[in-house]
């Protein structure tokens, strides 16, 4: 199973930048998919996730400007994120708990994404 995640780059304070992130490789079932950041020198945290059903979580500071949401038919997990403020640059990381089968075997894993840069400009 492989996840890419696109979209990152740089974008001034106040404006938007949409991730996609999509799963690829034997999949049998997703379930919850989430989108994660990680600043440099600071923990990585959860931004917003996603069930299959898709009922959504996210952190206090995604509430209100950030909006997660899922194609479950393209495997592709998305955040749309608004009003962009600088303490929002990290490297944003998408996230999946798939169900695959590989060689016959069902296997249920946790897998990451490569990450991508978002930058945001004062």
């Known amino acids: 199973v492989q996840l890419q995640a696109f979209g990152g780059g740089l974008v001034q304070a106040g404006g938007p930048l949409r991730l996609s992130c999509a799963a690829s490789?034997?999949?049998?079932?997703?379930?919850?998919m989430g989108w994660y950041r990680q600043a440099p020198g600071n923990e990585r945290v959860l931004v917003a996730d996603?069930?299959?059903?898709?009922?959504?979580n996210y952190a206090d500071s995604a509430k209100g400007r950030f909006t997660i949401s899922r194609d479950n038919a393209k495997n592709t997990v998305y955040l749309q994120m608004n009003s962009l403020k600088p303490e929002d640059t990290a490297v944003y990381l998408c996230?999946?708990?798939?169900?695959?089968?590989?060689?016959?075997?069902?296997?249920?894993?946790?897998?990451w994404g490569q990450g991508t840069q978002v930058t945001v400009s004062s």
């Open positions: 996603i069930n299959s059903g898709g009922s959504t």
């Open positions: 490789g034997g999949i049998v079932r997703i379930d919850d």
């Open positions: 996230n999946a708990n798939v169900i695959s089968r590989d060689y016959g075997d069902y296997v249920a894993g946790r897998y």
